[in-house]
């Protein structure tokens, strides 16, 4: 094994990570033209983002601790590749069976990125930049995430063939992170004969409060994610009557911005007020967004997204820290996982109920029904956070 603070190697961990997280929701402002082309509603769009987080979960269960003992470049290849395969899905989808595959293979490559990619890039931080890593990882992750309904919005609307120029521009990113990636100095002390094995999910019993207060507010941030990517492309076409992916890619854009900017501002913010004001922030975000759904306001959906993603990125980001810091260390990365994956079910499953009420009671209904939902669940985070700050026991720590 090599020096371990390369300057290159670390470059080119934090671009893959970026360019693989940029593919998963590379699909968000196509929702529309692929419904119009291929005959289904937003039910169905709902689905077809969901199961993005059935690959998100079996991916950190049953590769969580392989590039442990793997090591993280072959990880990272592996992740890069199945991006690459879900591209050339998308290049050549046709019925509705093949986006989902799509977005299954995407799924996988992002659950392989959220553990490996992020201990390659602290691991492969030069000295000057060991402090700033975790939030470089962030940054290239949520980053990540932002961009990738940008760029295809932008190339849907101003550049030919909207279903295939973004997977076109996506393969050539990915070609180029591969190389970085087989550049990639190992971080990892590979030992022959060492045995594969799933992630174990489970929280030890003395700490099942602090995981109950923070997994609640990270299913509340990540739910709205989930519908910003998932329903709000076909809000704005249907409700707000705006056909421009550029703008549909330009507002999930700014919910991923807002909480990637957030998250790094509040990293040396105390633990227990960051998610108080969080989950507050998220409360009042959910409001905004009401109110948008409601008056069918740009402006207001907008502020939304900008307020939501702060609250999110507060919530999740400091409930995170907090989980960590009551976990056995033996136990740390078993805990770790099973906080991300509360999280991504809660990008697919409410999502997917939103696409069925849609369905029954209509888009706007749904939407406001969905945010009051994530709003009530906010509020009990905030309670139990604020009863806990408040308790004689946690202030004699």
Partial sequence: MSDRSSTPSFISAVYAFAVVMLGTTLPTPLYSIYSEKLGFGVATTTV??????????????????????????????????????SAV???NAGPVWQLLVGRVLSGLSAGIYAGAATTAVIELAPPS??????????????????????????????????????FLVDL??????????????????????ARLGVQRLSVPADMRGVFVRASIAAFAGFAVMG????????????????????FTGFIVFVLFASSAVTQIVVRRMPTDPALIAGCAILIAGTCL??????????????????VCGVGQGMSFSKGLASVVAASPADRRAEVTSTYFVVAYVAISLPIVGQGVAA???????????????????????????????????????
């Fill in 48 to 85: 077809v983002f969901g199961v993005y987080a059935a690959g998100v979960i079996a991916a950190l269960i049953g590769f969580g601790r392989w590039s442990d003992v793997v090591g993280r470049r072959k990880l990272l290849l592996a992740g890069a590749l199945l991006s690459a395969a």
């Fill in 359 to 397: 369905q029954q009671w209509g888009l706007r209904p749904a939407g406001i029904a969905f945010n009051i939902g994530v709003a009530v669940l906010a509020l009990v985070a905030l309670i139990l956070t604020i009863f806990v700050v408040r308790s004689p026991a946690h202030r004699t720590r």
């Fill in 289 to 306: 967004s009401i109110v948008g759904l409601i008056a069918a306001s740009t402006a207001a959906l907008l502020g939304g997204a900008v």
């Fill in 172 to 193: 050539v990113l990915l070609t180029l992170a591969c190389v970085g990636i087989w550049r990639l100095q190992e971080t990892v002390d590979v030992k022959p004969g």
């Fill in 89 to 91: 899905v998308f290049l």
């Fill in 227 to 246: 519908t910003f990517t998932g329903v709000i492309p076909s809000f704005v076409v249907n409700i707000l009557g705006i056909d421009d992916r550029a």
């Fill in 129 to 166: 930049w060991r402090g700033r890593a975790p939030a470089v990882a962030t940054a290239a992750n949520i980053g990540g995430l932002g961009l990738g309904p940008l760029v295809a919005g932008l190339l849907a609307e101003y550049a030919p063939s909207p279903l295939r120029t973004p």
